[in-house]
């Protein structure tokens, strides 16, 4: 995942993963002393003092960093204004004309990029204890409204497929601080000491064994993936044959040919929905 992420960033400006990199380097440096926890707390504005003692606030924290640049990378230039999304002006232009600008150090426009998340979001501070994420997975109630579509989506993760945010290659500029392990301790904590590796690993086999994994064998399917979602990684971006056709296309995210039509939509999106079209429509035709 995070690969894609720094391919997408690269479209912008190599740089931009470099400065991202160094920020990284920058925030290693700090967890070495108290004095460097108090200043992440102020500059990444903590909700409470960070404490590089508790190994999984750490990781929890660098993992919400790095969210900041996934979720705008996922869904670039997406036309979700319609659904009340916020941040939609948000782009990976605007990440990297920040992590480039020469007038701060890396680290202190990574925070920038912090708090320009939190701001969008109305959210005064970054609550980056494990505990607290824990918590409010664990909600089973209606009311807790933020946790519902997340607890549903960390399960299927937990049961199925285990396709991971986590910073375990050395080829993404996010550092190394949240590896696969830290989302499998997840999965016990949420939902109990069953849902560990080996569970996960049967979940993902049986997945593959009904839904055929990536040898498909599959007729009047269509494909779309956008090269700049970092999902495509699991995606199938080649034909498997004349009629189970791959769309790859260049300079789009995630699901961007399932929103609505934009002016500013590029013309190789405007021809992946034709060729969508086209093809439904032939297969309808052919019955």
Request: net charge negative; hydrophobic share 35%.
């Amino acid at each position: 995942y995070l690969e894609v992420v720094r391919d997408s960033l690269a479209t912008v400006s190599e740089d931009c993963n470099t400065q991202i990199k160094e920020a990284h380097r920058e925030l290693d440096m700090l967890l070495l002393h108290q004095i460097g926890w108090r200043t992440i707390t102020t500059e990444f504005r903590l909700c409470t003092p960070l404490d590089a003692r508790i190994a999984d606030d750490v990781s929890n924290m660098f993992s919400l960093l790095a969210e900041n640049i996934e979720d705008v990378v996922q869904y670039n230039k997406d036309n979700r204004a319609f659904e009340g999304v916020k941040g939609t002006n948000i782009t990976i232009d605007t990440i990297c004309g920040i992590m480039m600008n020469e007038d701060e150090e890396p680290i202190d426009r990574y925070a920038d990029v912090n708090s320009m998340i939190l701001d969008v979001y109305g959210k005064p501070c970054l609550e980056h204890t494990y505990h607290a994420m824990i918590e409010e997975l664990q909600a089973t109630s209606w009311e807790n409204n933020e946790s519902v579509g997340g607890r549903a989506w960390m399960y299927q993760t937990c049961t199925e497929y285990g396709f991971y945010q986590s910073s375990d290659s050395e080829n993404q500029p996010f550092g190394d601080k949240f590896p696969i392990e830290f989302f499998i301790k997840q999965c016990e904590d949420i939902y109990g000491p069953k849902f560990n590796l080996s569970l996960l690993e049967a979940g993902v086999k049986r997945t593959n064994t009904i839904f055929g994994g990536r040898d498909l064998k599959v007729t009047r399917v269509v494909f779309p993936n956008g090269s700049i979602d970092p999902w495509h990684a699991l995606g199938i971006t080649s034909d498997i044959s004349n009629d189970a056709t791959a769309i790859y296309i260049n300079g789009t995210a995630h699901c961007a040919n399932e929103y609505p039509d934009s002016p500013d939509d590029p013309s190789q999106l405007t021809a992946a929905r034709e060729e969508v079209y086209q093809l439904i429509t032939q297969w309808l035709n052919e019955e």
